[in-house]
């Protein structure tokens, strides 16, 4: 009879929290001069690829919809992806947001509606969200999260986080620079970089923070962050090669060359979440990264936010 001591019990599954607003995209269809409607935005889509990619972990989404018929279907269609929305809630007096795709070679351009999005209050109440993140052992947000708040809501959801990370939560941020958003742009580099500095992980675009932030290359935006006191920044840098500082350690990733480009909706979202789904395990990190750009490499090949990923063609 084998003597072997009993194996230990598997690790609790993860529990991750995406927060943002989600809302109504409308893009080009394959016939010309008609359009799809699907559900999406950017934290949003995060927790959708990880969703797919971790069906073991609880993924939930904090935000808020109104009671309509187009709020009720986009709850359907974040049940539907197993994605947990007992967190968000729906106000009576107003709808979600609306956004229309417009493309050109391959590259997107925005037109928004989304001056009556419910999700603009969802750190209104400081008790319902520290609810929401009681928990959590990953909690993901971006500067979208914060444009579209209110200073209070702002400070809110800073004390919210701070007391997650107190209690041992692992925080992840996206940049996600959009100036159209904010008052103006000093505005922005200020949230953002107040943002930064509530988090373990950063993961900025180096185009949109040469631009708006005036880096003069991948590893100024990396050292940028990293002076913020976030432990983990990775730089995504489009085709180029990916530059990271993790455990004290830097380096970069060549970018696998994507077979084609149709629409880059939603390709650092994915990017994110093919991160984010492994990291922190024993995996090195530059296997991750490129791991993730090849999940960004199938999104960026068809059309729309959310697309169905081959995981037969993934390392992990």
């Known amino acids: 009879m084998s003597t072997a001591a009993a194996s230990p019990h598997p690790p609790s599954p993860k529990c991750f929290v995406s927060i943002g607003e989600a809302m109504v995209e409308v893009a080009p269809a394959q016939t010309v001069g008609a359009f799809t409607m699907g559900v999406a935005g950017d934290t949003l889509n995060t927790a959708w690829y990880l969703r797919a990619l971790r069906p073991d972990w609880t993924t939930h989404y904090v935000s808020r919809v109104g009671s309509d018929a187009v709020s009720a279907a986009m709850l359907d269609h974040m049940r539907t992806a197993g994605i947990d929305t007992q967190f968000v809630d729906q106000d009576p007096r107003k709808t979600v947001g609306l956004y229309l795709i417009s493309l050109r070679d391959g590259e997107r351009s925005f037109s928004y509606w989304r001056g009556q999005s419910a999700a603009r209050d969802l750190a209104a109440d400081p008790a319902r969200l520290a609810q929401a993140l009681q928990g959590a052992d990953m909690i993901y947000f971006s500067g979208i999260t914060l444009a579209i708040l209110d200073q209070s809501g702002r400070e809110t959801l800073h004390a919210a986080l701070t007391a997650a990370r107190t209690r041992g939560a692992t925080v992840a941020f996206d940049p996600n620079l959009r100036p159209n958003l904010w008052t103006s742009g000093d505005e922005m580099r200020r949230e953002i970089t107040a943002g930064a500095a509530l988090s373990d992980i950063v993961l900025p675009s180096f185009d949109d923070e040469q631009t708006h932030f005036g880096d003069t290359c991948p590893a100024a935006t990396m050292a940028r962050y990293h002076s913020a006191i976030s432990q983990t920044v990775i730089v995504k840098n489009g085709a180029g090669p990916i530059h990271y500082i993790h455990d004290g350690q830097t380096g970069e990733v060549a970018a696998p060359p994507a ?51 081959d995981l037969s063609a993934l390392s992990l």
């Open 259 to 309: 077979c084609a480009i149709v629409d880059t909706t939603s390709a650092g979202d994915s990017f994110n979440a093919g991160l984010l789904a492994h990291l922190g395990g024993t995996t090195p990190l530059p296997d991750l990264i490129t791991n993730a750009s090849r999940i960004a490499g199938q999104v960026i090949g068809a059309k729309g936010a959310l697309v169905p990923l």
